[in-house]
């Protein structure tokens, strides 16, 4: 990775798949930081739902505070961690809304306890609304497989929403156990990939 041919994002595909081989917990996950309305920061991590061209996709609720966040803001940053394989990755770039019908069918392949959740949301409390014992939440999802006994039978949302990130800045950490780690930035320009080796 050092030259401006290389293409970043066939490296994190690459590292992802490394990861997820290795069963890194982290793997199927990224941290996304927006700008709240007053301006403060938030991040949080979320499902890391697939990378496509420059394009990382997520899905989260119209409930949720980064949905508002990113209607009032597009910036983002990911951040991409997987230990097992030592990468760290920083993204920024444009973001773009997901036409609803990919939103569905990506959704259809969400894990079983994902579609309970987000029906919980649906059918019993908005997300990130007090709750009163953990207990609620439970006896509330125990009720919605007994509703919708397979993943097949679970209607999607109407509160799910999605995004892409496309990136136009990566950062990439190569984590040595020396500590002498690589630092690599990637900036997208003119329809190619430019590449700066940095101190790390």
């Avoid at 991040?43 to 394009?55: A, H, P, T, Y």
């Avoid at 609620?136 to 039978?153: C, G, R």
Wanted: proline share 6%.
């Amino acid at each position: 990775m050092n030259n401006d041919c290389t293409d970043p994002i066939l490296e994190i595909v690459t590292s992802r798949q490394r990861a997820l081989v290795l069963n890194d917990i982290c793997a199927v996950v990224c941290s996304l930081a927006t700008v709240a309305v007053d301006g403060s920061p938030r991040v949080r991590v979320m499902n890391l739902n697939g990378i496509s061209g420059r394009s990382f996709e997520l899905h989260c609720s119209e409930q949720s505070g980064k949905w508002k966040e990113l209607v009032q803001s597009p910036a983002y940053e990911l951040l991409l961690w997987w230990p097992s394989v030592a990468r760290q990755y920083r993204i920024r770039g444009e973001l773009e809304i997901m036409p609803q019908s990919l939103v569905q069918q990506s959704w259809l392949r969400a894990p079983y306890s994902f579609k309970l959740l987000d029906r919980f949301y649906e059918e019993y409390q908005p997300l990130g609304s007090q709750l009163q014992n953990q207990q609620v939440l439970l006896s509330a999802i125990n009720s919605l497989k007994t509703k919708y006994p397979s993943e097949q039978d679970v209607p999607p949302p109407k509160h799910l929403r999605g995004i892409y990130c496309k990136a136009n800045w990566i950062e990439a950490l190569y984590i040595d156990n020396l500590r002498i780690h690589e630092r690599h930035c990637y900036s997208y320009t003119d329809h190619h990939w430019r590449h700066e080796l940095l101190v790390p």
